[in-house]
């Protein structure tokens, strides 16, 4: 198992049995990309920290963002049968069981987060940044606008700004908590944000183009987006310039990575480029 992989698992292993704890597992433990977790890792070990500083932020964020797919695949919302290759967890439970899951795995990261050893100054700037992130602000304000304004986009603009909160905040986090946990200030996290955001909208852009690339066996999760008649970049912009959109956006991420004094981002930088390449 990788590092996350045994921290999460400690984790749920504090947790008392029941249903709702096989449901939040049957999810966390699915295995999946663990791209917010090991951007936090590679982040601290970049700042030259050992990655055990970063273990209860990591889980956390990695427990918020598999609530966030729980809630999404839910019938009121993308209604998909399929996510990481296996029945979605409304499928493989009921629906009920899911909600109190994504609920469970969202408060419980806080609880897991402020158990962290660090400075108490950091692990209450970190909280803040991760609540920010994956909340009305954040997150949640893109699932927001991607359900209630998806019918009146009509413009790359539109949809860039639903995928900066839906998709941007929660990989944003990561790196704007490891620079935390380093010490950094304000203006080079906020630099981390901005590129988070890069990274997050091409991420977007690269689902959207494995979403008519591949089947849903393929591509591991429902092709819930033309189904649903959903606007994408896409639909607005064609493949091609989809691509090159994409490409763009990973090179100012890695660039704005690259440009950060005092860390090492070849590990970092590396892990994204492999991202770039993925076909799930």
Same mark, same amino acid.
């Given at each position: 198992?990788?590092r ?11 947790l ?9 597992a049957?999810s966390l433990?699915? $295995?999946?990309?663990?791209?917010r *977790?090991?951007f936090?890792?590679?982040?601290v070990? &970049?700042? +030259?920290? %050992?990655?055990? !500083?970063?273990d ?11 609530y ?10 993308d209604?998909?049968?399929l996510?990481?290759?296996?029945p ?6 009921d629906?009920?069981?899911a ?9 419980y ?12 100054d ?8 991760l609540?920010?992130m ?8 893109g699932q927001n606008?991607?359900?209630y304004?998806?019918n009146g986009i ?6 860039y700004l ?5 998709? $941007?905040?929660?990989?944003?986090? *990561? ?7 380093? &010490?950094? +200030?304000d %203006?080079?996290? !906020? ?6 955001d ?10 959207d183009?494995?979403?008519i ?14 189904r649903?008649d959903k ?9 091609d ?25 070849k ?6 480029e ?7």
């Amino acid at each position: 198992m990788t590092r996350i992989e045994d921290v999460l698992q400690q984790k749920l292993d504090l947790l008392p049995a029941s249903r709702v704890k096989d449901a939040m597992a049957y999810s966390l433990m699915a $295995g999946g990309k663990r791209i917010r *977790p090991n951007f936090l890792y590679e982040v601290v070990k &970049g700042y +030259g920290l %050992d990655e055990s !500083a970063a273990d209860e932020f990591a889980a956390a964020i990695e427990m918020i963002h598999t609530y966030s797919l729980i809630h999404d695949d839910l019938p009121a919302m993308d209604n998909d049968d399929l996510r990481r290759g296996r029945p979605t967890n409304h499928k493989a439970f009921d629906e009920a069981a899911a909600i109190l899951a994504g609920d469970g795995l969202l408060t419980y990261a806080f609880e897991v987060a402020s158990s962290s050893k660090q400075p108490a100054d950091k692990v209450q700037k970190c909280i803040s940044v991760l609540a920010r992130m994956a909340g009305p602000a954040g997150m949640v304000l893109g699932q927001n606008l991607d359900i209630y304004a998806v019918n009146g986009i009509s413009s790359i603009h539109d949809l860039y700004l639903i995928e900066k909160y839906k998709t $941007g905040c929660l990989l944003s986090a *990561p790196l704007m908590m490891g620079a935390i946990l380093a &010490g950094q +200030g304000d %203006d080079v996290i !906020a630099k981390w944000h901005e590129a988070g955001d890069a990274i997050g909208l091409a991420f977007q852009i690269q689902d959207d183009i494995l979403d008519i690339e591949l089947t849903p066996e393929e591509f591991g999760k429902s092709n819930s987006d033309e189904r649903n008649d959903k606007v994408t970049s896409i639909t607005l912009l064609g493949k091609d310039e989809a691509e090159k959109e994409m490409n763009a956006l990973y090179a100012k991420g890695k660039n704005l990575i690259a440009a950060f004094e005092g860390f090492d981002g070849k590990k970092l930088c590396a892990m994204i480029e492999a991202i770039e390449t993925r076909r799930k």
